[in-house]
């Protein structure tokens, strides 16, 4: 774990999606796009920062329906969009109750608690209804706000994304507390002042966040 040493009253904990609030599988992903025909999915795909199509889907420079036709001319044949979900949706390991116990215990002790991810429109489609918790909740649920990299048009780590995540929130950097596993992208968050935390790839993070905040 990688742990910034600034200090300040933390009023907003903000989270990454995938490999923190839910458990990532790089290798299911991979394992779902061959099967639905894309043979060098590994070369394509990432478990932190996604290039090409994949890429340009997370950062909003195109949508879904313009994947689907790109994916279907690597692939060399017409995939439709439950395949691309399900393709997908294959970054998702599990969703640890434990984490999202703790997403709502915060917001109880009064934090304020938001979602900022480098995702896509098909991993929304899942996390946004009701199966994301397996209880019938979407992740809204757990959220008091998300700042997602295809609709704000940029990606972590750019300085951009944070900016726009502190607009959002009315807070001082001081004020935030950052968790992600990507290391780059905590790197750029505590250049710009802003606190952090960096687990390891789907780490119970919960011990560690609670030290933190001096729980």
Known sequence: MY???????????????????IALSYEQAVKRFEEIGLRDARQHLDAFHQTGIFGQLEDGTIGKEAFR?????????????????YAWHGYVEAVPKRNLEMLTWLRQQGYRVSLLSNTNPYMMQWAQSSEFDGEGHPIDDYFDAMYLSYQLKVMKPSEQIFLSMLKGEQA???????????KANVE??????IQT???QNNEDWTGMLLAKLGL
Do not use: W, Y
């Open 69 to 85: 036709q790109e994916l279907s001319k690597l692939i060399g044949r017409e995939v439709t969009a439950d395949e691309c979900f």
């Open 188 to 193: 750029a968050a505590n250049r710009m002042g």
């Open 3 to 21: 742990l910034c040493s600034a200090m300040g009253k933390i009023k907003h904990i903000v989270f990454d999606l995938g490999g923190v609030v």
């Open 172 to 182: 001082r950097a001081e004020e935030v507390l950052f968790i992600d596993d990507g």
């Open 197 to 199: 935390l960096c687990p």
